[in-house]
């Protein structure tokens, strides 16, 4: 049971650094934001800062699984700290059934019982935004067989 827990952890803040879905975009009513008018109908592009301290912590910028022992819920320091399908009434139809997420459980299940993972030592951690997040320069995993 505790290996399910880490996994779910693991999963979770995978999800919170190199989420899904990391632009949310909004449709403005007539707004004022500072000093700025904002017409109706204007969209933004949001992109939720979540490797600052006051959305995730002290070590909002490191890989820290723990930080989901209590859930999502526990783990943000604020609302919009874990958004990885999305807020408001544009969110993924995917959150609910969280699909994907089981499927990579049962997955990663099936590869552990047969390698051991190791982050390569030459890996550098860039995480950048094309349509998702993604790492700049691949995923660099020594993979060694059991």
Request: glycine share 10%; charged share 15%; aromatic share 12%.
């Amino acid at each position: 049971m505790g290996n399910f827990l880490a996994r779910n952890c693991g999963g979770h803040e995978t999800l919170r650094l190199y989420a899904p879905a990391p632009i949310l975009t909004r449709v403005f009513r007539l707004s004022r934001i500072g000093g700025y008018y904002l017409p109706s109908g204007t969209k933004l592009e949001l992109h939720p800062p979540l490797y600052l301290p006051v959305f995730g912590g002290e070590d909002a910028e490191d890989f820290n699984p723990q930080r989901f022992i209590g859930g999502p819920s526990v783990a943000r320091k604020h609302m919009a700290a874990f958004v990885p399908f999305g807020l408001g009434p544009t969110i993924c139809v995917g959150q609910k059934t969280w699909h994907s997420f089981i499927q990579t459980k049962v997955v990663l299940a099936m590869l552990l019982q047969r390698f051991s993972f190791v982050i390569s030592p030459t890996c550098v951690h860039a995480p950048m935004i094309y349509l998702t997040v993604h790492p700049q320069y691949g995923a660099q995993i020594l993979l060694r067989k059991l």
